[in-house]
């Protein structure tokens, strides 16, 4: 018995004075040490890493105010600024009239109703107030009545929401966007007026 203990204690010894050489200098074996030291990188600077930083959008997204047609802000002078400056690039066509009501339908419709005339699905007293597009009577914010807003001011509502409706661009792609302006304009915005 005095053996396996004499055994024991020296191997005990030996591992404890082996396990204290080196002292700090040696951390011993690393599995993927940028894990553990990851290169420090600067937010909007150029980095190491396959040449990219944070201005160079991922490809296949469109940087913030860099839409192709449309480079208006969101504040109320982008706003105004839009509908008079804003041309929708989208052709007047059955097909795209098409499209444009399949997608009113799918993103619009529950608030706006089908006509544009509001009592869509959505009841709520948060939205009991949408405006009607066919109203000639309210001033809205752009200072003529619905009825007579520009495609700009309604594609800048669309991307930016207004009011109690959100913004619908990250839902919505930019063409997408101009097809439902589009359909409001021609197919709503004077439903029942004529």
Same mark, same amino acid.
């Given at each position: 018995?005095?053996?396996?203990?004499?055994? /024991?204690?020296?191997?005990?010894?030996? &591992?404890?004075?082996?396990?204290?050489?080196?002292?700090?200098?040696?951390?011993?074996?690393?599995?993927?040490?940028? *894990?553990?030291?990851?290169?420090?990188?600067?937010?909007?600077?150029?980095?190491?890493?396959?040449?990219?930083?944070?201005?160079?959008?991922?490809?296949?997204?469109?940087?913030?105010?860099?839409?192709?047609?449309?480079?208006?802000?969101?504040?109320?002078?982008?706003? &105004? $600024? %839009?509908?008079?400056? %804003?041309?929708?690039?989208?052709?007047?066509?059955?097909?795209?009239?098409?499209? #444009?009501?399949?997608?009113?339908?799918?993103?619009?419709? !529950?608030? !706006?109703?089908?006509?544009?005339?509001?009592?869509?699905?959505?009841?709520?007293? /948060?939205?009991?107030?949408?405006?009607?597009?066919?109203?000639? $009577?309210?001033?809205?914010?752009?200072?003529?009545? *619905?009825?007579? /807003?520009?495609?700009?001011?309604?594609?800048?509502?669309?991307?930016? #929401?207004?009011?109690? *409706? #959100?913004?619908?661009?990250?839902? /919505?792609?930019?063409?997408?966007?101009? $097809?439902?302006?589009?359909?409001?304009?021609?197919?709503?915005?004077?439903?029942?007026?004529?």
């Amino acid at each position: 018995m005095n053996k396996v203990f004499n055994k /024991l204690g020296f191997f005990t010894v030996v &591992l404890f004075f082996s396990s204290c050489t080196g002292g700090d200098s040696s951390p011993g074996y690393e599995y993927m040490p940028n *894990m553990y030291r990851s290169p420090s990188q600067e937010t909007y600077g150029e980095n190491t890493i396959n040449g990219m930083n944070a201005r160079t959008p991922v490809e296949g997204t469109i940087a913030r105010g860099k839409l192709s047609t449309f480079n208006f802000d969101e504040t109320l002078d982008g706003y &105004l $600024k %839009a509908g008079d400056e %804003a041309i929708n690039p989208i052709e007047n066509n059955a097909e795209n009239l098409a499209d #444009g009501k399949e997608l009113y339908g799918m993103f619009c419709e !529950h608030c !706006h109703g089908e006509t544009g005339a509001g009592g869509g699905t959505v009841k709520h007293a /948060l939205y009991s107030v949408v405006p009607h597009y066919n109203d000639g $009577k309210l001033i809205r914010r752009a200072g003529v009545p *619905m009825n007579d /807003l520009k495609a700009g001011h309604i594609f800048h509502a669309i991307t930016y #929401g207004l009011n109690s *409706m #959100g913004p619908h661009a990250s839902q /919505l792609s930019e063409e997408e966007r101009w $097809k439902i302006t589009l359909y409001v304009q021609e197919e709503l915005q004077h439903y029942g007026l004529e």
